[in-house]
């Protein structure tokens, strides 16, 4: 749920701790709420009782990866609309046509990437309504 004095709430999912901290860090001092995952079951599992503006989402992670977590959130409607993002590490073309296929709102690869391209581009995508 969007808190009034913040800019959207981003369940951030990924397995690689350091990078997900460092990024989930700049986006809180830009004005976002961050809510970090290490795997797509914790994410799910998290989703199941909160809500969030905005889901960032790795790619290949133990218990359940990015792309199944997606293909899961797709099949409840209060998650349908929930726009998401893709964080690769790699920048696989497959990957990135995968997620185009899927209805990512963005692809985002890690090294290529700055927490201010993150944040300019969340700025441009509107969150769904409670």
């Not at 969007?2 to 830009?30: C, E, P, Q, Y």
């Not at 961050?34 to 809500?51: K, M, S, Y």
């Not at 209805?103 to 441009?124: C, H, M, Q, S, W």
């Amino acid at each position: 749920m969007m808190n009034t004095n913040t800019k959207g709430h981003i369940l951030f999912v990924d397995d690689d701790v350091v990078t997900r901290n460092t990024l989930a860090v700049s986006l809180r001092d830009k004005g976002y709420e961050v809510t970090e995952c290490g795997d797509g079951l914790e994410a799910f599992n998290w989703l199941r009782q909160n809500r969030a503006d905005f889901l960032i989402t790795g790619i290949k992670m133990p218990n359940l990866g990015g792309f199944e977590l997606i293909e899961r959130l797709k099949q409840d409607p209060r998650w349908q609309a929930l726009p998401f993002f893709i964080f690769s590490h790699r920048g696989d073309p497959a990957d990135r046509e995968r997620a185009k296929t899927m209805g990512a709102a963005d692809f985002f690869v890690y090294g290529f990437v700055t927490p201010n391209d993150i944040a300019e581009v969340l700025a441009r995508v509107k969150p769904p309504a409670p």
